[in-house]
C-alpha cells in the first residue's frame, strides 16, 4: 500500500474571477474619486476663504495704525500714507501696504528700502531687491497667503505667462473703495495715476457689512471685456499700476475699475463663476474657478456670491456712498 501523502493541487483565480474583481475595484475608485474632489476642493475653499479674512484682518490694521483704508496702487510712502492730498513721489500698491499685517514685515522692509532718500525718481517697489527670488526683486516673489489654491490658471504663485517673471494673486481689491479718493498724474507726467481711499472703517457710509472689499479674481486670464483671446493677461501680485485703461485691464490687481478713472469696461458685472482656464474670464471682472465667487466683506467676513446676483445688487455691494440698500438676492 502506498502511503505517501497526495498531493493537493493548488488553483489560482479563474479569468472571470480576477475580471470581477477588478471591476469592483474600478466602482469603488469611480465612487470614491468624486468624493475626494469634493473634499479637497472644499478644504480649497476654505483656505480661499481664510486667505481673504487675513487680508480683512490687514485691511482693519492699517486702518487702525493711520487712521484710514490703504490706497489701491501706488500709495503715498511714508508718514504721509495714505494722507490727504496727492503725494509727491509714487509708491506701491494695496498688497505691499498690507505686508507688515500679514506676518511679512521682514519683506516689507525690504520692499520700501529704495524709497529712501528718493522723492524725485520713480521707486518701483518690485525692483527692491528681494534675494532668493528668481529675479532678485520683490516682483517674483510669491506668497500663499494671496493665492487660491483652487484657481486653475497659476502654477507655483505665478500667472501661467508670467512664470519667474511677476508673481499673481488670486485676489483683487474693489477699487471704488480703495482707489475713489483722488486721481493724479504722478512725477514724470506720463499719465500714470495715483489712487487713495476716501474712507476709513469708521466712515463707509453703506456700512462695512454692505461694502466688498476684496473679490477673487483668477491669476491669468486672456480676454478683456468679453472680447476675443489676446496673447496674455493676468492679475500680478505686485504691478504697481492698474488705474489707467490697459493696466486696469490686463495687469493691475484690482477690480470694479469704475468712477474715476473709469474706462468704461465691465467694472459693474457680477462676478464670473466656474472659469475653468484662462481663456474663459473677463480681466475687468471678479472671477473664480468655484460655482460661487468668495468675496471679502469690508467688516471682514467672507461669502460667496452665485450667478443669482444682479448687476444692480453687484453694482451697490461694490459702490461704498451710494446710500441704497443691498438687494433681496445678496
Known amino acids: 500500500m502506498n502511503c505517501l501523502p497526495m498531493r493537493r493541487s493548488r488553483e489560482g483565480f479563474t479569468l472571470i474571477e480576477l475580471l470581477v474583481v477588478i471591476a469592483i475595484i474600478a466602482v469603488?475608485?469611480?465612487?470614491?474619486?468624486?468624493?475626494?474632489q469634493k473634499v479637497r476642493e472644499a478644504a480649497n475653499r476654505m483656505t480661499c476663504s481664510n486667505n481673504m479674512k487675513q487680508i480683512g484682518i490687514a485691511v482693519h490694521s492699517f486702518n487702525d495704525a493711520f487712521g484710514k483704508l490703504p490706497g489701491a496702487m501706488r500709495c503715498p510712502f511714508g508718514a504721509s500714507n495714505p494722507g490727504a492730498s496727492p503725494p509727491t513721489s509714487t509708491g506701491y500698491n494695496i498688497n505691499v501696504a498690507l505686508l507688515p499685517y500679514l506676518e511679512q514685515d521682514a519683506l516689507y522692509k525690504m520692499a520700501i528700502t529704495p524709497w529712501?532718500?528718493?522723492?524725485?525718481?520713480?521707486?518701483?517697489?518690485?525692483d527692491a531687491p528681494v534675494p532668493g527670488t528668481p529675479s532678485g526683486t520683490l516682483r517674483t516673489k510669491t506668497l500663499k497667503a494671496y493665492n487660491c489654491?483652487?484657481?486653475?490658471?497659476?502654477?507655483?504663485?505665478?500667472?501661467?505667462?508670467?512664470?519667474?517673471g511677476w508673481a499673481g494673486t488670486s485676489y483683487a481689491a474693489n477699487y471704488m473703495?480703495?482707489?475713489?479718493?483722488?486721481?493724479?498724474?504722478?512725477?514724470?507726467?506720463?499719465?500714470?495715476?495715483?489712487?487713495?481711499?476716501?474712507?476709513?472703517?469708521?466712515?463707509?457710509?453703506?456700512?462695512?457689512?454692505?461694502?466688498?472689499?476684496?473679490?477673487?479674481?483668477?491669476?491669468?486670464?486672456?480676454?478683456?471685456?468679453?472680447?476675443?483671446?489676446?496673447?496674455?493677461?493676468g492679475n500680478?501680485?505686485?504691478?504697481?499700476?492698474?488705474?489707467?485703461?490697459?493696466?486696469?485691464?490686463?495687469?493691475?490687481?484690482?477690480?470694479?475699475?469704475?468712477?474715476?478713472?473709469?474706462?468704461?469696461?465691465?467694472?459693474?458685472q457680477p462676478p464670473m463663476v466656474s472659469v475653468s482656464n484662462a481663456d474663459k474670464c473677463d480681466r475687468s471682472r471678479p472671477s473664480s474657478s468655484h460655482n460661487t465667487c468668495q468675496v471679502l466683506m469690508l467688516d471682514g467676513s467672507?461669502?460667496?456670491?452665485?450667478?443669482?446676483?444682479?448687476?444692480?445688487t453687484w453694482q451697490q455691494a461694490i459702490t461704498a456712498n451710494d446710500g441704497v440698500p443691498l438687494g433681496s438676492d445678496w
Open 177 to 233: 473703495v480703495f482707489g475713489q479718493g483722488w486721481v493724479v498724474t504722478y512725477i514724470g507726467g506720463n499719465g500714470k495715476p495715483d489712487s487713495n481711499s476716501s474712507f476709513t472703517i469708521a466712515t463707509v457710509p453703506d456700512g462695512t457689512s454692505n461694502v466688498v472689499g476684496f473679490g477673487e479674481r483668477v491669476v491669468t486670464c486672456n480676454t478683456r471685456d468679453g472680447s476675443a483671446t489676446i496673447t496674455a493677461g
Open 149 to 164: 489654491p483652487s484657481d486653475p490658471t497659476y502654477s507655483s504663485g505665478f500667472p501661467t505667462n508670467q512664470v519667474n
Open 116 to 126: 529712501t532718500g528718493m522723492s524725485a525718481q520713480d521707486p518701483w517697489s518690485w
Open 236 to 268: 500680478l501680485l505686485w504691478w504697481p499700476g492698474g488705474n489707467w485703461w490697459w493696466s486696469a485691464h490686463d495687469w493691475g490687481p484690482t477690480m470694479a475699475n469704475g468712477g474715476q478713472g473709469s474706462q468704461g469696461n465691465n467694472w459693474n
Open 302 to 312: 467672507a461669502r460667496g456670491v452665485g450667478t443669482s446676483v444682479t448687476q444692480a
Open 28 to 36: 469603488l475608485i469611480g465612487l470614491l474619486v468624486p468624493a475626494v
